[in-house]
Nanobody, 126 residues
Framework: QVQLVESGGGLVQAGGSLRLSCAAS????????MGWFRQAPGKEREFVAA???????????RYGDPVKGRCTISRDNAKNTVYLQMNSLKPEDTAIYYC????????????????WGQGTQVTVSA
């Protein structure tokens, strides 16, 4: 079992930055695939970013098209935490952001995860 707790959301003006954190507990973290997703009101959940376990973020990460070039996912295995740095935020980035985890490497490629956090709200004003 894995517990995930997101933090770092809030209200920011367009063009600003936020860094989301996801603290994991409950099992070995270093080999776990981790992902970020978001869901805006009235829309389906959308893939944001993912990072493989035991990976250097620049070599083992991938991003959804809407955030590519503006977001960076990273992890600190010593702290059991994954981060999402978001820059040049736009009003359309407004959503609840969810952290997800799965021990399987395939989750990194398929966007299917077993464990989910409760989410953190990000609101970007124009």
């Amino acid at each position: 079992q894995v517990q995930l707790v997101e933090s770092g959301g809030g209200l920011v003006q367009a063009g600003g930055s936020l860094r989301l954190s996801c603290a994991a507990s409950g099992r070995t973290f270093s080999g776990t695939s981790m992902g970020w997703f978001r869901q805006a009101p009235g829309k389906e959940r959308e893939f944001v970013a993912a990072i493989r376990g035991n990976g250097i973020s620049t070599l083992n990460s991938r991003y959804g098209d809407p955030v590519k070039g503006r977001c960076t996912i990273s992890r600190d295995n010593a702290k059991n935490t994954v981060y999402l740095q978001m820059n040049s935020l736009k009003p359309e980035d407004t959503a609840i952001y969810y952290c997800a985890a799965d021990p399987s490497l395939s989750s990194f490629y398929t966007d299917t995860y077993t464990y989910w956090g409760q989410g953190t709200q990000v609101t970007v004003s124009a």
